[in-house]
Nanobody, 129 residues
Framework: QVQMVESGGGSVQAGGSLRLSCVAS?????????MGWFRQAPGKEREGVVG??????????SYADSVKGRFTISQDNANSTLYLQMNSLKPEDTAMYYC???????????????????RGQGTQVTVTS
């Protein structure tokens, strides 16, 4: 059973940056999973943000158009941590952010992230204008 714990959220002014972290445990290797981030704002549906798969057979990232060029996903296998670097933040980025994972075979397409079977409890990101 994969467990995931997010951190790094907070309140920031528009144009600012935040880096979210997600520490994973109970898994064997990041290479056996698709991983990613999704978000949910109050009163809105879950929205996939970014997905990633990185192993000996394929390396692929998939970003939602709304964050492309501003957000960057990365993995630190040695520290079992998934990151989301968020730059040029906008008020519409305000949401609870969740990291998620699912085992291979899987699709890292950003639109699939919110359906992954392992996820954390979320970290709140608030962007003020």
């Amino acid at each position: 059973q994969v467990q995931m714990v997010e951190s790094g959220g907070g309140s920031v002014q528009a144009g600012g940056s935040l880096r979210l972290s997600c520490v994973a445990s109970g898994y064997t290797s990041f290479s056996k999973y698709c991983m990613g981030w999704f978000r949910q704002a109050p009163g809105k549906e879950r929205e996939g943000v970014v997905g990633i798969v990185n192993n000996a057979w394929t390396r692929w990232t998939s970003y939602a158009d709304s964050v492309k060029g501003r957000f960057t996903i990365s993995q630190d296998n040695a520290n079992s941590t998934l990151y989301l670097q968020m730059n040029s933040l906008k008020p519409e980025d305000t949401a609870m952010y969740y990291c998620a994972a699912t085992g291979l075979p899987c699709s890292p397409d950003y639109s699939r992230i919110s359906s992954y079977n392992f996820r954390g409890q979320g970290t709140q990101v608030t962007v003020t204008s």
